[in-house]
């Protein structure tokens, strides 16, 4: 019977690597924490209902349904100078570690005079995602 006369060197680099079969693996083959994260389960799960995504793209379609109108109405430069004047609006935050009540981008869609879920029980002072406030700015401003 012959034997294999090919060395250890060859066969190793016939071998494919395991982590390379597994995109969130790092080097050693577990996921690397400190660089993506912790993973979520929440993320890859789908929708249980189908009007789940529809309810979380409300706000993005009623815009664009809106957006078409005006533009049906009075021309193209309607949409653009309020889709200008939404974007100004996201633009002015508090620092980051303070909660911003974005009331200039409600006073613009309307909202303002409305009172719904997301007033009642998304209060800020019972918000747990307060952090060291300096570190939160450098973090924003690149500085960490």
């Given at each position: 019977?012959?034997?294999n006369?090919r060395?250890?060197r060859?066969?190793?680099k016939?071998?494919?690597?395991v ?6 693996a ?5 996921q ?43 021309g193209?430069h ?16 508090r ?7 974005n009331?200039?981008?409600d006073?613009?869609r309307?909202?303002d ?13 019972q918000?747990?995602v307060m952090?060291e406030p ?6 924003k401003?690149?500085?960490?």
């Open positions: 019977m012959p034997q006369t060395g250890l060859s066969q190793l016939d071998t494919v690597a982590t390379g079969l597994c995109p969130q790092g080097a050693y083959g577990v690397d924490t400190l660089r993506k994260g912790f993973t979520s389960v929440k993320n890859e799960l789908l929708p249980s209902h189908p009007l789940e995504l529809s309810e979380k793209n409300f706000q993005l379609n009623q815009d664009k349904m809106n957006f078409a109108t005006l533009r049906n109405i009075q193209l309607a949409p653009l100078k309020l889709q200008m004047e939404y974007r100004a609006a996201r633009q002015i935050q620092l980051p570690f303070l909660q911003s009540s009331i200039a981008l006073t613009l309307g909202s005079e409305y009172i719904g879920f997301e007033d009642i029980l998304n209060d800020p002072a918000s747990e952090g300096h570190i939160m700015v450098e973090y401003q690149g500085v960490l």
